[in-house]
């Protein structure tokens, strides 16, 4: 370390490694996560996403899991196993829980919990998330930003939040899943982005202009995810194609107020979408406000 007159000095504290290269220390090691590939039963395809497909399995005979199988040609194994790390350092109730790592050899597993009801695009669009009351979807909106609050609070940014990473359980429960852009703030790569697909109808200008990520960005993208729920899983910005929605943006246009979302609450949606970042509400106060809101 240099003082302004050019000489050494000894350092006054630690430096903190990011957690990125810890995690680095710690692939493919064995611990109370690792799991015999042979124990894992196939069972059917349930998903696919850019860097995994997605299954229904079974570890032994009993416990279903879903299993995300890595897709090699478009992720590689050491940052496969980063959303694993992610998962194993994130403890939510509303964030899928790691259940296992099969990473012997590749293409690695990743297992978690298994939500019996799916994405919840799907689920609003053509399941029993049709029916659902104003109340009841002003809930998972909740349960979404008290975890957001606590990746916040983390310091974690989730980078591709939408109703197709969230995923719905038994009563409505629902958890945030779709790690694999996730980053830690102090990660030295946090705003890579080479070769990746952006939903560009969930993203903040600043992500798609300069590619500034921040949890500031996720509240962004949470106003879009609001604005899904209210509609039962309809495509943000109908019938307008990606590009032409982010020149509208650009120009002020914001998505209308769906019929079943209330006024005070289309109001905080708005406000996610201030066009200056630091105008945008804390995940904090979006989960304060959308839990008060609910038992008013």
Sequence with gaps: MEIPDGLCTKLTAICIKPRSLLWALDRGKDDEYATERDSITIINKVGSGQFADVYLGKIGQSVSVAVKIQNRDNVTTSAFLDEAQILKTLQHPNIIPLKGICSEREPVYILTEYMCNGRLSLFLREGSGRDLTQHQLIRIGAQIADAMAYMEKEKFVHRNLGARNILVGDQNRVKISGFGMTKATNDPDFNYRKGLKMAIKWMAPEVLLYNKYSSK??????????????????????????????????????????????????????????????????FDYLNTFLHDYNDS
């Design 217 to 282: 960005a996720d509240v962004w993208s949470f106003g879009i995810v609001l604005i899904e729920i209210f509609t039962k899983g309809k495509e943000p910005y109908d019938g307008i194609p990606s590009k032409e929605s982010f020149e509208k943006v650009q120009r002020g246009y914001r998505i209308p107020r769906p019929d079943n979302c209330p006024t005070e609450v289309y109001d905080v949606i708005c406000n996610c979408w201030q066009t200056n970042s630091h105008s945008r509400p804390t």
